[in-house]
Antibody, heavy 119, light 108 residues
Framework: EVQLVQSGAEVKKPGESLKISCKVSGYTFTSYWIGWVRQMPGKGLEWIGIIYPTDSDTRYNPSFQGQVTISTDKSISTAYLQWSSLKASDTAMYYC????????????WGRGTLVTVSS | EIVLTQSPGTLSLSPGERATLSCRASQSVTTNYLAWYQQKSGQAPRLLVYAASFRATGIPDRFSGSGSGTDFTLTISRLEPEDFAVYYCQQYGRSPSTFGQGTKVDIK
């Protein structure tokens, strides 16, 4: 089955680091771009950035540049979204998504990883 | 960045009725690269329409997209019980890709 399997919910304190994952199954990992979308509680969708696993070409939304890092590990068909120092405002659901290019829509979504940042 | 404004915020309709959702862009959307997604409560969004008017794989033909330039529409010809959800438009023709704030279709 073609799917994006995301890691489980996380509860962290402000200032802590975090890396969440998105494992691809059912298709060739290097054939598609993988992106990340944020949804804050009760709010809409925001595009964070996207990466091409073949060469790690990465594009960020300027609003998120420097706040997060997107990466991949081709050996295990997994993409990552990481923070070095979380803030309470990072509390949100994070979805990984698949796209045929850096400038295309998202035809496949993971179920989401809920990140809660609270002291 | 391109701002997308969806209207109305909430649409209250009965099963069997026609739903018309609007998405207006602050600038022309390049090559009509405009998508629509459906998000049911507690679930991830699902792609319905891409490039303004092409239905995604497996999407019923009661869903149709239209429009060009700055004005786009998603029409659901006859609402089924499973169609009551929040709908988002997205432009992906100019980086950063942006989404509208959503239209909630609820049961009247």
């Amino acid at each position: 089955e073609v799917q994006l399997v995301q890691s489980g919910a996380e509860v962290k304190k402000p200032g802590e680091s975090l890396k969440i994952s998105c494992k691809v199954s059912g298709y060739t990992f290097t054939s598609y771009w993988i992106g990340w979308v944020r949804q804050m509680p009760g709010k809409g969708l925001e595009w964070i950035g996207i990466i091409y696993p073949t060469d790690s070409d990465t594009r960020y939304n300027p609003s998120f540049q420097g706040q997060v890092t997107i990466s991949t590990d081709k050996s295990i068909s997994t993409a990552y979204l990481q923070w070095s120092s979380l803030k309470a405002s990072d509390t949100a659901m994070y979805y990984c998504v698949r796209s045929v290019s850096a400038d295309w829509c998202f035809d496949l979504w993971g179920r989401g990883t809920l990140v809660t940042v609270s002291s | 960045e391109i701002v997308l404004t969806q209207s109305p915020g909430t649409l209250s309709l009965s099963p069997g009725e026609r739903a018309t959702l609007s998405c207006r862009a602050s600038q022309s959307v390049t090559t009509n690269y405009l998508a629509w997604y459906q998000q049911k409560s507690g679930q991830a969004p699902r792609l319905l329409v891409y490039a303004a008017s092409f239905r995604a794989t497996g999407i019923p033909d009661r869903f149709s997209g239209s429009g060009s330039g700055t004005d786009f529409t998603l029409t659901i010809s006859r609402l089924e019980p499973e169609d009551f959800a929040v709908y988002y438009c997205q432009q992906y023709g100019r980086s950063p890709s942006t989404f509208g704030q959503g239209t909630k279709v609820d049961i009247k």
